[in-house]
T-cell receptor, first 114, second 115 residues
């Protein structure tokens, strides 16, 4: 069964460093999302992406964040200058075109900023 | 604005007992979708069910059942004959109508099944 994959599974970085989190959505899906989950808290929407542009972003998704679909398969989230409070699990999700379709989540990348 | 409330932060039951996880939602849209996801200790989010706002029929899948009631804006999840493998955090989520359908999650209920 097709699934969303994410790399790396864990990343440790120093405050102020740039990180890139990578996702490979399910191949025939057209909508892509990033969510984050701070330890012990709920899952929060960051950004949605469709047709090579951002469709919607949350207040969390400030100028330090960017997303890109550099080729036909990868979908990346970049954090330009990480802060301690960026430490969280980051989930990628993808969805087929119909609004009735479910978002399928990747296994997540656990980011720790020191 | 959409909102999902899961008032039960943690629940513990003895194995084989039935347990119901509550979910109450708020939305202004007439078209919306409700979801339940399971997050086991390994951390991934596992899709369990999707329900659209036009279909109030309850659903049963094995030991799992869901009760959708628009009148009370609730979408409750029941596990019958619970097993240790059911121990996880369960999230209820909502997406509104047409568009990009971002998910709004509740705060989750941590379910512990005691052997």
């Amino acid at each position: 069964e097709p699934e969303v994959t994410q790399t790396p599974s864990h990343q440790v970085t120093q405050m102020g460093q740039e990180v890139i989190l990578r996702c490979v959505p399910i191949s025939n899906h057209l909508y892509f999302y990033w969510y984050r989950q701070i330890l012990g808290q709920k899952v929060e929407f960051l950004v949605s992406f469709y047709n090579n542009e951002i469709s919607e972003k949350s207040e969390i998704f400030d100028d330090q964040f960017s997303v890109e679909r550099p080729d036909g398969s990868n979908f990346t989230l970049k954090i330009r200058s990480t802060k301690l409070e960026d430490s969280a699990m980051y989930f990628c999700a993808s969805r087929h075109r119909d609004s009735q379709e479910t978002q399928y989540f990747g296994p997540g990348t656990r980011l720790l900023v020191l | 604005a959409q909102k999902v409330t899961q008032a039960q932060t943690e629940i513990s039951v003895v194995e084989k007992e039935d347990v119901t996880l509550d979910c109450v939602y708020e939305t202004r849209d007439t078209t919306y979708y409700l979801f339940w996801y399971k997050q086991p200790p390994s951390g991934e989010l596992v899709f369990l069910i999707r329900r659209n706002s036009f279909d109030e029929q309850n659903e049963i899948s094995g030991r799992y059942s869901w009760n959708f009631q628009k009148s009370t804006s609730s979408f409750n999840f029941t596990i019958t004959a619970s097993q240790v493998v059911d121990s996880a955090v369960y999230f209820c989520a909502l997406s509104e109508g047409f568009g990009n359908e971002k998910l709004t999650f509740g705060t989750g209920t941590r379910l512990t099944i005691i052997p």
